[in-house]
């Protein structure tokens, strides 16, 4: 079992920044591609975005775009995403999740292997 330890939710005010972070104690790390995804109550996980195993190639939802950024630390084991310019519909439990086998399906939660535990965002107006 891979456990993937989230943090650094919170809340903030809309225009405000905020940086998640995603520790896995694993050697392996490097060799799985790793994403976060966020759900608001009553409704499914929505796709984030997502970095591949060696930080090269990274992948982005629409309204991630231009705001959010995906970066790993293959040495440090951590996979962060930095939000800015906030508003209140990114208020979510955002999750971070790992895959093996991702390949073209980096947005599809069903390829990823391994979830943490979430990690609250909430943005006042």
């Known amino acids: 079992q891979v456990q993937l330890i989230e943090s650094g939710g919170g809340l903030v005010q809309a225009g405000d920044s905020l940086r998640l972070s995603c520790s896995v104690p694993r050697r392996t790390f490097s060799s799985f591609t790793m994403a976060w995804f966020r759900q608001v109550p009553g409704a499914g996980r929505d796709f984030v975005a997502a970095i591949n195993r060696f930080g090269t190639d990274t992948t982005y939802s629409d309204f991630a775009k231009d705001r959010f950024t995906i970066s790993r630390d293959n040495a440090a084991n951590t996979v962060d995403l930095q939000m800015d310019r906030l508003t209140p519909e990114d208020t979510a439990v955002y999750y971070c999740?790992?895959?093996?086998?991702?390949?073209?399906?980096?947005?599809?939660?069903?390829?990823?292997?391994?979830w943490g535990q979430g990690t609250q965002v909430t943005v006042s107006s």
């Open positions: 999740a790992a895959g093996a086998s991702v390949y073209g399906g980096r947005t599809q939660e069903s390829r990823y292997d391994y």
